[in-house]
C-alpha cells in the first residue's frame, strides 16, 4: 500500500500538532503505524491521498451514523448555510432538535446545546455539584467522558493505549473528589458510598464504549439506580456515543433505570460539532442566566449543526436502521467467530445495536481489568493487516467499531472476507 503522500504530510503535522494530531487517539502510536490522510469519505469508504480506500468502522468515533457525505444532509446543510453560519443569537431550529431530543429521552425536561460531548458532561458534573451542593463524583474505571478534569481519572481508551493512568495538569485536590468504582462491581460502588456522603453525582457510560464495547451485567444498572436513588446522587448518564445508536433513544432505557441527567453528542450533530445535556427541570434551572451555576458557548446552537442534528435525527425515526443493525451484527459475529475457531485465534466479541468490539482474548470482557489483559500485540498486527486489506478499525484495542447506514451486505461480506486473510495470518505468525 503506497502512502507517500500520507508520510509527508504526517511530516509536516508531527512539525505543528503535538504527535501530529489534533486528538490524541488518531496518532496509530499504539499500534505501531503513522495516520493515513484522508482527501474524501463516501458511505462507508475513506479514501486516502494516496488514492487508498478503506472501508471505515471508525465513523467519526460513531458521529457520522448515516455513512459519510449523505445526499439529503449534504442537501440541508447547504440550504442552511446560505443563511449564515452562526449568530450568537436565538434560533427556530434549536427549539426543534431540542424538541426531537425530549420526545426520545423522556427523563429530560430541560436542556442546553454545547459544542462538544466534553462540554456537555463538563456542564453536567457543574449544575449536579451546584445543584447538590455536594462535590464528590463517582465515576467508573475505563468509562471516557470527555477530557474534563476531574473526569481524567482512569478514563479508558486512550489513556489505557497510552499506559498513562491520569493526565498531566490536573490539581491532585480536584482529582480527590473523583471516586473510581468499577463496572459490573455493585460492591465496589457501596464501598465508596460508605465512605463518603458528600458524593454529588455518579457519571456512567450506560454500555461502555471507551474500553470496547462492555455490556452491564443484569441487575447492576438497577442496583447503581437505587443506590442513587438512596443517597441522594444524582445519575448522570453519558450518552454521547450510545444515544440514538443503540435505539431512537438512550441505552438507559433497556435497563429500567431513570437518569436525572443525561449527555449526548457525536450522533446529533451529524458529523458536526455539537454536545447536550438536559434533565429535570429543577436541576436545569440551576443554570444561568436562571441559576447560579454558569456555562456558556458561543457557537453552542451552531444553527449548521442543529439543522444537520435535525436532519439525522428525523432520518433515524423515519428510516429505523436499528433491526438491520442487529442482522448485520449477527452475520457477522457468526462468521468472525467460527473463523477464530478455524484459526485458532483466541477472539471475543462484545456487541450490541450498532457498534461491537472484537478482543483478543478467549475470557469474558466485563470490565476494565479483563479488559486491559487482552493480547495488545496481537491487535497491533490485526490492524495493520486490515489496513493492508483495505479496512479500517480503531487504532487502539480498546475502542468500538461503528456501523453506519451505509455498512450494506457487500462491505460485511467484504470484512468477512478480509478477517478470513488476516486470521490465517496472524495464526501463520503464532
Ligand atoms: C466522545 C465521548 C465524549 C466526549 O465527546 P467530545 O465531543 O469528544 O468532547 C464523552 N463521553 C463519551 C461516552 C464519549 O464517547
Not at 496509530?28 to 503505524?33: A, K
Not at 453519558?238 to 443525561?262: K, L, S
Not at 446552537?301 to 435535525?310: E, H, Q
Request: hydrophobic residues 40%.
Amino acid at each position: 500500500m503506497n502512502r507517500k503522500e500520507s508520510d509527508q504530510l504526517y511530516k509536516k503535522a508531527t512539525q505543528l500538532f503535538p504527535g501530529g494530531v489534533n486528538s490524541p487517539v488518531r496518532a496509530f502510536l499504539s499500534v505501531s503505524d503513522r495516520p493515513f490522510f484522508v482527501k474524501k469519505g463516501k458511505g462507508a469508504y475513506l479514501f486516502d491521498v494516496d488514492g487508498n480506500q478503506y472501508l471505515d468502522y471508525v465513523a467519526s468515533w460513531g458521529a457520522i451514523i448515516l455513512g459519510h457525505a449523505y445526499e439529503g444532509l449534504i442537501n440541508e446543510i447547504s440550504i442552511a448555510i446560505e443563511n449564515g453560519t452562526s449568530y450568537g443569537t436565538c434560533h427556530p431550529y434549536e427549539i426543534e432538535l431540542a424538541g426531537l431530543i425530549i420526545e426520545a429521552f423522556p427523563p429530560v425536561q430541560m436542556l442546553r446545546f454545547t459544542s462538544s460531548g466534553t462540554e456537555a458532561t463538563m456542564s453536567a458534573i457543574r449544575v449536579a455539584r451546584g445543584f447538590s451542593k455536594k462535590k464528590g463524583i463517582i465515576k467508573f474505571r475505563g468509562c471516557y467522558h470527555g477530557h474534563v478534569d476531574s473526569l481524567l481519572v482512569k478514563a479508558g481508551s486512550g489513556m489505557a493505549t497510552y499506559g498513562i493512568p491520569d493526565s498531566g495538569g490536573i490539581v491532585e485536590e480536584l482529582a480527590r473528589y473523583t471516586f473510581i468504582a468499577d463496572f459490573n462491581d455493585i460492591d465496589s460502588v457501596y464501598r465508596v458510598v460508605r465512605n463518603n456522603k458528600d458524593i454529588a453525582c455518579m457519571i456512567i457510560e450506560p454500555v461502555m464504549g471507551n474500553m470496547g464495547v462492555i455490556l452491564p451485567e443484569k441487575d447492576f444498572l438497577q442496583g447503581l439506580y437505587e443506590i442513587c436513588k438512596k443517597e441522594e446522587i444524582l445519575l448522570i448518564c453519558d450518552e454521547v456515543i450510545t444515544g440514538f445508536r443503540v435505539t431512537y433513544g438512550g441505552a438507559y432505557a433497556f435497563y429500567g433505570i431513570e437518569p436525572d441527567i443525561i449527555c449526548l453528542g457525536k450522533i446529533i450533530g451529524g458529523g458536526f460539532p455539537i454536545g447536550v445535556f438536559g434533565g429535570k427541570r429543577e436541576i436545569m434551572e440551576q443554570i444561568a442566566p436562571l441559576g447560579t451555576v454558569y456555562q456558556a458557548g458561543t457557537l453552542s446552537g451552531n444553527p449548521v449543526a442543529v439543522r444537520a442534528g435535525i436532519y439525522v435525527l428525523k432520518y433515524l425515526r423515519e428510516n429505523s436502521p436499528y433491526a438491520l443493525f442487529d442482522k448485520r451484527a449477527e452475520i457477522l459475529k457468526k462468521h468472525i467467530l467460527s473463523l477464530a475457531e478455524k484459526y485458532s485465534i483466541p477472539y471475543t466479541i462484545n456487541s450490541i445495536t450498532g457498534m461491537f468490539t472484537g478482543f483478543f482474548s478467549k475470557k469474558e470482557i466485563r470490565n476494565y481489568l479483563s479488559a486491559s489483559e487482552i493480547d495488545r500485540a496481537m491487535y497491533q498486527r490485526f490492524f495493520k493487516y486490515m489496513l493492508e486489506e483495505g479496512i479500517f478499525f480503531a487504532p487502539s484495542p480498546f475502542e468500538a467499531s461503528f456501523f453506519t447506514i451505509s455498512h450494506g451486505e457487500k462491505e460485511i461480506t467484504r470484512t468477512i472476507e478480509a478477517y478470513e486473510k488476516v486470521f490465517a495470518k496472524l495464526n501463520r505468525d503464532s
